[in-house]
């Protein structure tokens, strides 16, 4: 897709990144407090490209940094509880001295019950669900309500997908999540499974509407356009 994330820090942001990640930027102007700014984050840029082993050998000199940019990416955040039963056939080979393989099935059948909280699912085309998860922790315990004053020096994006096509991306995520569970805790158990089925009951899900920050870095490589996305929320790369 060309994309790609950063979510890091090194010893000298160290203090920073701590700091920024305790503290609401209602309450304090974290760029001015730790001494931050956008042109600190662009040679950072410029210094992880240098510091990549897997990255081209001259794409310190071919990489076209342009600004970084802050914003605001809409996100739907969903919690639910989940009620999973699957069936499926356990099956089982062995050889023996003679080199004859005797193969052995087991009917099994079994629940499972979990909670999800914090499930992003991005609500604009520009940021992915996978994006999203790349870039780690973004705070959630420390959300406010939307102020005007947070968008100093950001712009908001704007929302592409509604909280119906939203749902059903998570919705999707949640079977798939469940029965990724379900086969790991038989797969223990048997050489392979047959017959696999699955079905997942969500219930009691919620949902809020939230803004994210971000920093956005546009660059060319071979005529190519890539972007990298940085997580604003805990400074890791100012």
């Known amino acids: ?12 942001l160290a203090f920073a990144t701590d700091w920024c990640g305790v503290r609401s930027g209602k309450d304090y102007d974290k760029f001015k407090e730790m001494k931050l700014t956008k042109e600190q984050a662009t040679a950072n840029f410029y210094d992880w490209i240098k510091h990549r082993k897997f990255a081209p050998n001259n794409l310190k000199k071919l990489a076209k940094l342009g600004k970084v940019s802050g ?3 809409p996100i739907w955040n969903f919690d639910c509880l989940t009620s999973t039963i699957y069936s499926g056939v356990g099956v089982n080979e062995d050889t023996d001295r003679e080199g004859r393989t ?3 099935k087991h009917s099994f059948s079994g629940r499972l019950s979990n909670r999800y909280t914090d499930v992003l699912i991005s609500a604009n085309k520009q940021v992915s669900n996978v994006t999203l998860s790349a870039l780690g922790n973004w705070g959630l315990s420390d959300l406010k309500v939307y102020n005007i004053e947070y968008l100093c020096g950001f712009v908001g994006t704007d929302t592409d997908f509604d909280v119906h096509a939203s749902y059903r991306d998570f919705t ?3 079977n798939s999540a469940e029965e990724k569970k379900a086969r790991r805790e038989k797969s223990t158990q048997y050489d392979r499974l047959e017959n696999f089925h699955c079905e997942t009951n969500i219930y009691k899900p919620k949902f809020n509407y939230i803004y994210l920050p971000m920093y956005a870095n546009y660059y060319t490589y071979k005529d190519k356009k890539y972007t990298c996305y940085v997580n604003a929320a805990i400074e890791v790369c100012c």
């Open 102 to 104: 005797h193969t052995s």
């Open 71 to 73: 914003f605001y990416t």
């Open 172 to 174: 999707n995520y949640i």
């Open 1 to 12: 897709s060309g994309e790609f994330v950063i979510n890091l820090t090194n010893e000298k």
